[in-house]
């Protein structure tokens, strides 16, 4: 073939080689720790209010950041219904509940307005949401990620500095294949894995007898398989549901309630990579 007419230019060589990205850690924390999983209504964001709420139990500044773009649940997980302020117009300054700071797409929007954005959009929100909002002087923020593996996770992964990311799921076959693709997207894009959550693991009954409604031992087997931390399960429980509805989380309604403990006992696991080596 003549060598004149095959091939690709070279600017166009040069958009197609990898890009190196900078990644900036979250002004004002210290650590960033994203909450994800691959499908949604696993329990993510049930267990990212919670999570941000045991850091805070155990003494730590937290802040939590719903980058859940498409379907924000901070807001009500957390009964805010004020709109952050911005005092120069150009900095959001984040919401105080319970103790930590909070922001989230949803303050921005009605409740019920869909989130119809593209791309670019979603990782200009996101680029807003980690360099326009003013968090002071946390030790970790929290955030909650969308599910699955697409434009928001991409943003995140490449261009902020995420410490470490916890993947969450139910047991079930359908969900497992993609925490699978979670994982690998998490490992390509070198961000640590800090551990696999196992949620709504069983159902208890009242005479003591577990139910494995979504199968058994799933997120285990995969952590396992993929050599990753399991860091625990965590029941079906009414409680947790309930108060998530009613907008004041579980460990913070009730720190000793037995989820509670399961909660806190993870964040603990997490807290000692960071702060007690
Ligand atoms: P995601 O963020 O993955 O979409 P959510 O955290 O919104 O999922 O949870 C989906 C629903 O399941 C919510 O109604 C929540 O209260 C409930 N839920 C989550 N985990 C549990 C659990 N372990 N036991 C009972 N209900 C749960």
Not at 3 to 8: F, L, N, Q, R
Not at 113 to 118: A, D, E, K, S, V
Not at 125 to 141: G, M, Q, R, S
Not at 228 to 250: A, H
């Amino acid at each position: 073939m003549d060598k004149k007419t095959s091939g690709v230019s070279e600017p166009f060589m040069g958009n197609t080689a990898p890009k190196n990205f900078t990644k900036n850690p979250i002004k004002g924390t210290r650590f960033t720790i994203a909450v994800s999983s691959a499908k949604g209504g696993v329990g993510k964001s049930t267990f990212a209010m919670n999570f941000a709420l045991a850091l805070k139990s155990i003494g730590l500044k937290v802040g939590i950041l719903d980058a859940d773009i498409y379907g924000p649940s901070l807001p009500k997980m957390m009964s805010i219904k004020h709109k952050p302020e911005s005092k120069d117009g150009k900095g959001l300054v984040p919401i105080e509940k319970y103790g930590i700071q909070c922001m989230s797409i949803g303050f921005l929007v009605d409740e019920e307005t869909p989130m119809i954005w593209r791309g670019p959009m979603v990782t200009s929100a996101i680029k807003t949401f980690t360099e326009k909002v003013l968090w002071n002087n946390l030790d970790f923020i929290v955030v909650d990620m969308p599910p699955g593996t697409g434009d928001a996770q991409l943003t995140f992964a490449q261009q902020i500095k995420v410490d470490g990311v916890i993947i969450i799921s139910t047991p079930q076959e359908i969900a497992l294949l993609d925490v699978k693709r979670g994982i690998k997207m998490f490992d390509k894009l070198k961000v640590p894995i800090l551990g696999l959550v196992d949620n709504m693991s069983f159902f208890q009954s009242d005479d003591g007898k577990n139910y494995s409604i979504f199968g058994e031992g799933g997120v285990e087997k995969v952590a396992k398989e993929y050599k990753k931390e399991f860091l625990g399960k965590i029941p079906i429980n009414i409680d947790l549901r309930v108060t998530s509805d009613e907008g004041k989380p579980l460990v913070e309604k009730d720190p000793n309630h037995e989820i509670s403990k399961i909660i806190i006992e993870i964040t603990k696991k997490i807290e000692k990579l960071f702060l007690k080596k």
